[in-house]
């Protein structure tokens, strides 16, 4: 038998969307809680006043007074690659690509860049709770080798996959139609389902990819048990443009991606800012998945997505940081800046709807919501202590919060990789602040 760990702190988590079950029924709350986790699963979650007299004898418990658990974090778009590149001045999309973006991804077929950047990219996703993300590679096999090595050395589940581009690019930086499939299977035999971790085919918008590596795609993608789509739609009006100039055939951006059979259940699209309402009908009822970016929607300047309307069509959205274009690697610090978006449409964002999205939320969009996204018994123990006292400011504002749901708020607002006091992984520390 192995030995169980229990972990006391005060205990939130996800049970349902509150969009469709109530704010009320969509979360569970223990003041004094404690979770028990076993084998790296969560083995029970209670008050601790209940669960600490049943313990096995000689059980470790860990407490952590003025702090509250979550779910890990679940990040469900970003590009490990451009991790050095955030915060780049100036352009909105397509600019944006060509000067800063492609240059920077440039070096990534160099594995031993492509690992120090992967260490760096891991360490901050873990100092701010996030504990799974689907993640973008470059062009470069070598990329993915070098993400899924650091991956595996802290056992997290984790999605990603080698960029497809062979045209609208720099020829530095293109594949063809059949080395991109080619390297794709090589690295899907390699990776996926290897313990905790999962491959995308990962096409990089429909500009960069002709129609026979779309084509391709599309093949690969139905032919592992699954396997994710990851690509970008609809961010940018001039990119839609031309999207429409480049396929005049097609009805439209997603037509592009559906004609070619990359649609469906585990397909997740970054963005979607710009999405008309059959779009929207298509990808609710294909089981496809939206990535809402925030940070980098407003960064780029790229326009305000529309959570009620996309949602209203039964689209399974995810939280996504998208860096380097978003700029945080924060699920709390995009939070704050999707309520920011929905305050631009005269919309509100709950902070248990928040709280949704940024866990349950993104395990349901990435078709992984039996293993992750909540602590339910049976799940994989991966979550984020959160610590009351992180700032003088938060500790401030939370000592003057009267309800959980004022306190959770506050933490969405101000919180950030200052919030995350220690970050867990099939429970195992993965990430602990300096004190
Ligand atoms: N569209 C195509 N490539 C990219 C990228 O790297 N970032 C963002 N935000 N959008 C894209
Ligand atoms: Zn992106």
Redesign the pocket.
């Known amino acids: 038998m192995p030995q169980a760990k229990a972990f006391r702190a005060a205990l939130l988590h996800s049970l349902a969307d509150p969009r469709e079950v109530g704010i009320e029924a969509s979360y569970e709350y223990f003041e004094d809680g404690l979770l028990v986790v076993e084998d790296g699963k969560v083995a029970q979650i209670g008050a601790a006043a209940e669960l600490l007299a049943s313990l096995p004898a000689g059980t470790e418990v860990t407490e952590y007074p003025d702090a509250l658990i979550t779910p890990g974090f679940i990040d469900t778009h970003i590009?490990y690659p451009?991790t050095g590149m955030i915060a780049s001045y100036g352009e909105q999309?397509l600019d944006?690509?060509n000067t800063y973006?492609f240059p920077t991804e440039r070096a990534f077929g160099d594995a031993a860049h492509a690992g120090e950047v992967a260490e760096v990219f891991l360490k901050e996703l873990l100092r701010n709770g996030t504990t799974t993300a689907l993640v973008?590679g470059s062009v470069h096999k070598e990329s993915v080798d070098a993400f899924f090595e650091a991956c595996e050395k802290r056992n997290l589940r984790m999605i990603a996959g080698k960029v497809l581009m062979d045209r609208n690019a720099p020829g530095y930086l293109t594949d063809t139609a059949e080395s991109g499939y080619a390297d794709s299977k090589a690295l899907i035999e390699r990776w996926h389902g290897k313990g905790r971790l999962h491959y995308a085919v990962t096409p990089?918008?429909a500009?960069?990819s002709t129609p026979e590596q779309l084509t391709l795609a599309g093949k690969l993608f139905q032919e592992y048990p699954d396997l994710y789509m990851h690509t970008?739609l609809s961010?940018?009006r001039q990119?839609i443009e031309w999207v429409r100039e480049l396929f005049p055939e097609r009805k439209g951006y997603l037509d592009v991606y559906d004609h070619h059979g990359l649609i469906g259940a585990r397909s997740v699209f970054?963005?979607g800012v710009h999405l008309c309402d059959d779009e929207c009908q298509r990808l609710g009822e294909t089981g496809s998945a939206v990535a809402f970016?925030p940070t980098?929607n407003l960064f780029?300047g790229?326009g305000l997505f529309d959570l009620e309307k996309v949602e209203g069509y039964g689209v399974r959205v995810g939280l996504g940081t998208?860096v380097?274009?978003?700029t945080s690697f924060s699920q709390l610090q995009s939070l704050n800046e999707a309520y920011k978006v929905m305050q631009l449409q005269g919309k509100k964002l709950d902070p248990f709807k928040s709280l949704y999205l940024a866990t349950l939320g993104g395990a349901r969009a990435l078709y992984l919501d039996d293993r992750i996204g909540n602590l339910q018994p049976g799940k994989e123990a991966d979550f984020v202590v959160l610590d009351y006292k992180a700032t003088p400011l938060i500790d401030f504002r939370l000592s003057q919060a009267t309800t959980l749901e004022e306190k959770l708020f506050a933490l969405t607002i101000l919180g950030d990789d200052r919030a995350v006091k220690e970050t867990y992984a099939a429970g195992v520390s993965v990430h602990r602040k300096e004190a």
């Open positions: 590009h451009q999309l944006w690509l973006t973008f990089r918008f500009p960069t970008h961010e940018n990119e970054a963005h970016c980098s780029l790229s998208d380097g274009a978003g």
